[in-house]
């Protein structure tokens, strides 16, 4: 069982920035891909950003340019750099492991959320 922990959401002005963290209890947290993912109110929890373990990064069309994914294997975390913030990026976000490999699975963060509003 891996646990993820997510922090640093909270209320910012548009246009603002914003850095969540996702920490990971599992000792192999290499193997995992991690992902991003955000659900606002009424709406589908959709992808935002993905690292793989090679650290291959994919992004939604929707933050291309605008957030940044990135790991840090001997911290087992992974950060999301949420820069020009808009309001339409104001949801849950929740974090995500992964791995195909034997004895792993997929896990789920509790959330955080990220309001963006004046």
């Known amino acids: 069982q891996v646990q993820l922990v997510e922090s640093g959401g909270g209320l910012v002005q548009p246009g603002g920035s914003l850095t969540l963290s996702c920490a990971a209890s599992?000792?192999?947290?290499?193997?995992?891909?991690m992902a991003w993912y955000r659900q606002a109110p009424g709406k589908s929890r959709d992808l935002v950003a993905l690292i793989d373990s090679g650290d291959a990064t994919t992004y939604a069309d929707s933050v291309k340019g605008r957030f940044i994914i990135s790991r840090d294997n001997a911290k087992k975390t992974v950060y999301l750099q949420m820069n020009s913030l808009k309001p339409e990026d104001t949801a849950v976000y929740y974090c995500k492991a992964q791995s195909r490999l034997p004895n792993t699975g997929t896990y789920w963060g509790q959330g955080t959320q990220v309001t963006v509003s004046l």
């Open positions: 599992t000792r192999n947290f290499r193997i995992y891909a």
